[in-house]
């Protein structure tokens, strides 16, 4: 089992950039393909991006262009660089393996002027 701790939000402007950083132990992180999700106001927890234990990264069609998922197997860390932040992004923000196993504290973006 994965422990994982998301870090790296919080409050910005529209436009801005924002990058999220999740860490990861208590298992082989390198075997897993690991994803970012999140959960806007009122809304279902729904798929962001996943990368593959060797790099490859997936995109909901709804952040392809603005979204940039990275890992680093050697420090155990999954990345989502947020390019042009819109406020539909705001949002809880929560790293997990693909598909999910228990769900972390997450970490909040909100995007407001």
């Known amino acids: 089992q994965v422990q994982l701790v998301e870090s790296g939000g919080g409050l910005v402007q529209p436009g801005s950039s924002l990058r999220l950083s999740c860490a990861a132990s208590?298992?082989?992180?390198?075997?897993?393909?690991m994803a970012w999700y999140r959960q806007a106001p009122g809304k279902e927890r729904e798929f962001v991006a996943r990368?593959?234990?060797?790099?490859?990264?997936t995109y909901d069609d709804s952040v392809k262009g603005r979204f940039t998922i990275s890992r680093d197997n050697g420090k155990d860390t999954v990345d989502l660089r947020i390019d042009l932040l819109k406020p539909e992004d705001t949002a809880l923000y929560y790293c997990?393996?693909?598909?999910?196993?228990?769900w972390g504290q997450g970490t909040q973006v909100t995007v407001s002027s």
């Open positions: 997990n393996t693909y598909p999910p196993k228990g």
């Open positions: 208590g298992s082989i992180f390198s075997i897993y393909t």
């Open positions: 990368i593959t234990p060797g790099g490859r990264p």
